[in-house]
């Protein structure tokens, strides 16, 4: 089983941020398969992964890469499919604040860091999941680089998480 697939059944907002860092990789290497292929590949001896394991990553990555050439994503965006999940956590959120006590708990101690990336989004985000996702990943982003993250935005986005991982958590129970 493909890591993405392992992390969508797992935890749907691990995987929605695994194919974000995904598309990012496609497009850094240019839409290129060969140096996905060498600079991912490149370095995984043939004991740690079969050759059969490497190719069906590489059909996946080649897959990724049709997706988002037809969805005209060379840029920037997201895949379609992606974006539904997080259209499917956006809407289970809105469920939850209707009546779940913990999660209310946990939106509203996130709200000002959410309301805060939404005005510095400037129109481009206006859901409180995708701030919550960009956030998350925006970090991971910050640590592959090197760069220093401050103690605000490590607590806004340790509340980004706590939102994130209940929500995850209420969608695999209701798969």
């Known amino acids: 089983m493909l890591l993405a697939d392992k992390k969508k059944k797992a935890n749907i907002s691990e995987y929605i941020i695994y194919m ?3 598309e990012l990789l496609v497009r850094n290497f240019e839409f290129d ?10 370095n995984i001896p043939d004991a740690k992964m079969s050759q059969e394991t490497k190719m069906e990553i590489l059909d996946w990555y ?15 965006g997201h895949l379609s ?3 539904d999940e997080v259209q499917r956590l956006s809407d289970l959120s809105l469920k939850l604040l209707a009546n779940d006590h913990d999660y209310q ?5 996130a709200r000002p860091a959410i309301r ?28 592959m ?10 607590e806004s986005i340790e509340h ?4 994130l991982s209940y929500l995850s958590y209420q969608y695999g129970n209701k798969q």
């Open 20 to 22: 974000y860092q995904t």
């Open 33 to 42: 398969i060969e140096k996905i292929k060498v600079h991912v590949f490149g």
């Open 62 to 76: 080649s897959q990724v890469i049709d997706e988002m050439r037809v969805e005209g994503l060379e840029k920037e």
């Open 81 to 83: 499919y992606v974006q």
């Open 105 to 109: 708990a946990l939106f509203n101690a």
């Open 116 to 143: 805060e990336n939404i005005l510095a989004s400037e129109g481009l985000v206006s859901s409180p999941i995708q701030s919550c996702l960009n956030g998350v990943f925006g970090l991971l982003l910050a640590r």
């Open 145 to 154: 680089k090197g760069s220093q993250v401050e103690k605000e935005q490590l």
């Open 160 to 163: 980004f998480g706590n939102v």
